[in-house]
């Protein structure tokens, strides 16, 4: 039986063991900061959903607000036209030479009064809307830098696999930049 070549297992051997010794210290940093990085990235995603979530729950508020703020107006309006309709009884009563009744001119009185505290509350309705859509506002701005955030932490993690599939220690620190960049990012959104 003819022998094939002799591989020399000593010598292959040592060429693993300085591949490990050489490579796997970079894969292991590589490794290491890659899983930080993808830490980072839950976590900004989880801001990114919770803060989009409660800015369209407040839209949502502010909307149920403007409905309230409408109805108040129409029923405004209302109690303007029954005043009005007061004003026309008491014009045919003098238009014909008589005295109106006074009913008349207390019902016009009481509308004129219930309109101004109808307006009172379609206004308070408004500034509780304005109020809910200003905050509503902020919550969307800090999710776009959540969501620019998440963005760069995903790029940064792509590059650490790169690095370890190349074993490039320079695509390694572009993926760190671009990580220390998503860091920085999540926490100035943090502090808003």
């Given at each position: ?5 002799e591989?020399d297992?000593?010598?292959l ?15 292991k940093?590589?490794a290491?900061t890659t899983?930080?990085?993808?830490v980072?990235a839950s ?7 919770g803060?989009?979530n409660?800015?369209l729950?407040?839209?949502?508020e ?5 409905v309230e703020?409408s ?30 009744p006074?009913?008349?001119?207390e ?16 206004r ?7 109020a ?29 696999a ?7 220690q320079?695509v390694w ?5 671009l ?8 926490g ?5």
């Open positions: 039986m003819p022998e094939g070549p591989v297992s000593d010598k051997r040592e060429q693993i063991d300085e591949e490990i010794e050489h490579g796997g210290a970079l894969l940093r590589i290491l899983a930080l990085l993808a980072f976590l900004a995603g989880l801001k990114a959903a803060t989009i409660e800015a729950m407040l839209r949502t502010g909307a149920r607000l403007q703020a109805d108040q107006w129409a029923f405004y309006q209302a109690k303007g036209l029954r005043a009005s309709v007061e004003d026309a009884a008491q014009a045919a009563w003098l238009a014909g030479g008589k005295e109106p006074s009913e008349y001119t019902k016009r009185e009481r509308h004129l009064a219930e309109q101004k505290e109808i307006e009172a509350r379609a308070e309705k408004e500034q509780e809307r304005d809910k859509l200003v905050e509503s506002d902020h919550l969307l701005h800090a999710h776009h830098f959540f969501a620019d955030a998440v963005a760069l932490f995903q790029v940064a993690i792509a590059l650490g790169v690095a370890a599939l190349t074993r490039s320079a620190f572009g993926s760190l930049l990580g220390a960049g998503g860091l920085v990012l999540f100035v959104t943090l502090s808003l």
